[in-house]
């Protein structure tokens, strides 16, 4: 949720992404394509680029993601100045959520925009995040992926430039497991208990069976993993597995078409819809609405929830969306889940910006002051309440060993017509989770021929 509702791939179609990525990638290597160093009329702006998909399956969502990271960029340029005097400068580039599109339009904006330099990259998508790993290194220019793409990289040792900022996978299932301790009384209250685990047979649906069968082990809850085939549109032999098996909890981990039908089929097999707990992308307005009254109770975790009931909103109904700025057509989504995203996606950007602001000085920043940024970045209560962000962002505080930084989510319900928080933020159970982070990043380096920072001699 970006939301990226982006790690919503097969896992067949992310291989054939990749695969024509890499050749567009070579084919842009053996360009040499030279670098326009003269100040342009933006020299003195931030550019923040937006690789966008307003365009093809995604769009519903993207409209939504796109005019919160506007709308706040405006907010900062209208009411406050910008950051710290320096006005923030924007362009879209349509990637309709392919691979292709995306290293074009990383291409495109990677040496900023009429002299306004970019700071940081958001790939709004897990094909071109794939792809770019490699090249963000190259071009030191960091990417910032926020609760989807690579686990392993929030091992800055392997992973300089890559930033899955917030929300792993692998937190999310310990969150998942946290809240479920929460509801059951303790952690120790898990033994003997039934977890089920409904998954989207891919990539990104499988990537949580390591971890949770670690907690598994760790808490002594029977783990009971059940895989739905893309693209999900018929689960009667999966949720009749669920029903034969009785869990005391269902994990939802689906996205697209088969949420709803998930949750449809849920309550045409009898299973309670207020114990199935949807994942960060089965979260949003467009994964209950089709749904009905079968999802009235459902649960599910997100780093953004959906309302208008934080001071951001108030200060952007007042000076945006009143005044007519505001980049929502549908004004009614102000505030969804999908907005949301955008404004956190926002904020994290430009709080970035602010933080190489204080060791660079009130300017626009590079690239590779994006990243030593990023590494350096530290989000209290303190400043959410200044910034208006308070509740709707976790606190987040990174380093170079640990590019995740929060590893909480909270849990909100749907009534029927809105989302509303039921839990404060959830902590995942990081250092458990660590060990296996480590060797899977240990892995790709020694995969990649990569030999990992000394964190040590660095700092």
């Known amino acids: 949720m970006t939301h990226f509702h982006t790690a919503r791939r097969t896992a067949a179609g992310l291989v054939r992404a990749l695969s024509l990525a890499a050749g567009l990638l070579a084919a842009v290597s053996s360009a040499a394509l030279a670098v326009d160093t003269t100040p342009g009329p933006d020299s003195d702006k931030q550019f923040l680029p937006i690789a966008s998909f307003r365009v093809g399956p995604y769009a519903g969502a993207g409209v939504q993601i796109w005019a919160g990271r506007i709308d706040y960029y405006r907010y900062l340029n209208e009411v406050e100045g910008g950051i710290n005097g320096v006005k923030i400068v924007w362009q879209e580039c349509e990637t309709e959520w392919t691979a ?58 392997v992973f300089p430039y890559i930033f899955p900022v917030m929300l792993t996978f692998y937190s999310e299932a310990s969150v998942f497991i946290n809240y479920v301790a929460q509801r059951e ?42 895989p739905v085939p893309d693209p999900g549109n018929e689960q009667s032999s999966q949720w ?14 689906t996205w697209g078409v088969s949420t709803p039908v998930a949750i449809k089929t849920a309550a045409r097999f009898g299973v309670p819809v207020d114990h199935i707990v949807g994942d960060v992308w089965a979260s949003s307005e467009e994964d209950v609405l089709p749904a009905g009254e079968a999802a009235k109770g459902y649960l599910a975790l997100t780093p953004y929830p959906g309302g208008t009931g934080f001071d951001i909103h108030q200060r952007l109904k007042k000076y945006i969306v009143d005044t007519g700025k505001s980049d929502l057509r549908d004004t009614s989504k102000f505030g969804s889940v999908y907005y949301n995203s955008g404004l956190v996606d926002a904020v994290i950007t430009t709080e970035v910006v602010r933080t190489a602001q204080q060791k660079f000085g009130n300017r626009p920043i590079t690239g590779e002051e994006g990243q030593w940024a990023l590494e350096h970045l530290r989000l209290d209560n303190a400043r959410l309440k200044e910034n208006g962000f308070y509740g709707l962002v976790q606190q987040v505080q990174l380093t170079p060993a640990d590019h995740e930084g929060g590893g909480a989510a909270r849990v909100q319900q749907w009534d029927g017509t809105k989302w509303t928080p039921v839990s404060d933020w959830v902590q995942a ?24 920072r000394d964190l040590g001699a660095e700092q």
């Open 100 to 157: 292709e599109k995306g290293i074009e339009c990383y291409e495109r904006f990677k040496h900023g925009l009429n002299g306004a330099p970019v700071a940081v990259y958001l790939p709004n998508g897990a094909p071109a995040a794939y792809a770019l790993t490699d090249r963000a290194a190259e071009d030191k220019l960091a990417l910032i992926t926020l609760a989807y793409g690579r686990t392993e990289a929030t091992d800055g040792r």
């Open 185 to 226: 009384g303790g952690l120790d209250k898990l033994k003997g208990k039934k977890i089920a685990t409904v998954y989207h047979d891919s990539a990104y649906g499988r990537e949580t069976l390591e971890p949770l069968a670690l907690l598994a082990k760790t808490y002594g809850f029977e783990n009971i993993q059940i």
């Open 240 to 253: 009749r597995q669920v029903r034969e098996a009785k869990p005391d909890w269902v994990f939802l981990r």
């Open 429 to 452: 159970d990081r250092a458990l989770l660590r060990p296996l982070i480590d060797a899977k990043s240990d892995a790709y380096a020694k995969e990649k021929g990569i030999t990992p």
